[in-house]
């Protein structure tokens, strides 16, 4: 491994940063991963015999420096990030942060609509074609799409969701004519790159903030027309570690239909808070059998925790379903039950 950090591909500084951040930080990267990413990662990581501590502390400077531009960015854009980070940083390494991000932290299209209160935007845009809402929504936040996609009329909240699922890429023309006609003098602003949007995960994070009414018609409708989508979505909707959303009552009621040797399993590679809060809820005597339990049980496919920890997350979705058990969800006093 070369010891100038310039020198290292930007494959090389992702193996050495999950190197430095430990086998449990890494494993939550890779959950966020494609397959071939996580491929070609654990093939460097694998290849890189020793990193010297100059050389990590480099790569770590730079990533915080990375993320430390991002955040500016996002609460007020490049003149600001710059501002800021010169400050911080000084100018030449100010422009050297920013001009290493490239296309994907450049000012995103609508800039001005996320500064928009949401009850304002939607009397905006609600008379907007569905592919133009979906187009809008998929560049908010959670909260403000999510806001605005419970306030559409019930026909419109199933299609406007499907198009924001289905989107994938948006050609610059679109967008620039779409934000062109909500705000002309921002449009020299659009990044000229195609622009990744929307997809599976974006609507999921939008609709893991609406109300649960509108969650179940949006999904009621699209089971109906896209039963597959449908399907990838939900699987989305609510994952193990989301545990730590149900309060005690309820992961009692839900541990009550768990297999123990499934909890061990699904346990086995859950982090410490997830694990605390489940022992918290088992009688002492349980807690300690299933601790054991793992103890004894050595290590175990990864394949093997993940399938059991869906079975638990199936348990918790048929309860919620059946309004045995209440999930927290989004801002303020938001309930699911």
Avoid: W
């Avoid at 920013?98 to 450049?106: N, R």
């Amino acid at each position: 491994m070369a010891s100038n950090n310039d020198s290292l591909s930007g494959l090389q500084k992702a193996a050495v940063l999950l190197i430095a951040l430990g086998p449990e930080m890494s494993s939550s990267v890779f959950k966020h991963l494609k397959e071939e990413e996580i491929e070609d990662l654990t093939l460097e990581i694998a290849n890189t015999r020793s990193v010297s501590p100059q050389v990590k502390e480099d790569v770590i400077n730079e990533f915080y420096e990375i993320c430390l531009a991002q955040q500016y960015i996002a609460e007020g854009g490049i003149g600001y990030a710059k501002e800021l980070l010169e400050k911080a940083l000084g100018a030449d390494k100010a422009l050297d942060v920013i001009g290493k991000l490239t296309a994907s932290l450049q000012v995103k299209p609508f800039e001005f609509v996320r500064k928009t209160d949401a009850s304002q935007l939607l009397s905006f845009i609600q008379d907007e074609h569905p592919q133009t809402i979906a187009l809008i929504l998929s560049y908010l936040s959670a909260t403000q799409a999510a806001l605005i996609l419970s306030s559409l009329p019930q026909e419109s909240q199933a299609d406007v969701a499907r198009r924001i699922a289905t989107m994938d890429r948006t050609s610059p023309d679109v967008i620039q004519e779409v934000e062109r006609v909500l705000e002309s003098k921002l449009a020299n602003l659009v990044n000229q790159d195609y622009t990744i949007i929307g997809g599976v995960d974006q609507v999921v994070e939008i609709l893991n903030s609406t109300d649960r009414g509108t969650e179940k018609h949006i999904m009621e409708i699209l089971e109906i027309e896209d039963p597959g989508l449908a399907d990838e979505i939900r699987k989305k909707m609510f994952v193990f570690e989301d545990v730590l959303l149900l309060d005690d009552r309820s992961i009692q009621r839900v541990l009550r239909d768990v297999d123990n040797s499934e909890l061990g399993l699904a346990l086995k590679g859950a982090n410490e808070e997830v694990q605390n809060v489940i022992f918290n809820n088992l009688s002492k005597r349980l807690a300690e059998m299933i601790k054991e339990d793992m103890e004894f049980m050595g290590p175990v496919r990864m394949k093997d925790v993940e399938e059991a920890q869906q079975k638990i997350v199936n348990i918790i979705r048929k309860l919620e379903d059946a309004g045995e058990i209440v999930i927290s969800r989004g801002g303020g006093d938001e309930i699911i039950v």
